[in-house]
């Protein structure tokens, strides 16, 4: 997000991954679901919660702002290219 504010686009981080909400837990543990539910389909549904994927995509992605992505296409151009410098430099950025 900083490499993007240096290079003059806006963005954030988006989304923390929603399965990992706490309130999915406290529903899962909760007196109306244990007793509409059997313990293993509550199990087996805590197990299918696990997105690894979806996890890295939420730590890894930027979300541009809507008014960024209705700008000309010659701004769009320069995301593109703000992109690219970043992506180059990538492991220096990371060094820090």
């Known amino acids: 997000m900083k490499a993007l504010s240096a290079e ?17 837990q406290q529903t899962l543990r909760s007196r109306g679901y244990r007793g509409s539910y059997s313990a293993e389909r509550l199990a087996r549904w805590e197990e299918q919660n696990h997105c690894p994927a979806n996890d890295q995509l939420c730590e890894d992605g930027a979300w541009l702002y809507q008014s960024v992505l209705l700008a000309k296409r010659g701004d769009m151009e320069q995301i593109a290219e703000a ?14």
């Open 8 to 24: 003059g686009i806006p963005a954030s981080a988006g989304y923390a991954p929603l399965n990992k909400e706490p309130f999915i």
């Open 83 to 96: 992109v690219r410098k970043i992506q180059a430099n990538a492991q220096l950025l990371a060094k820090g």
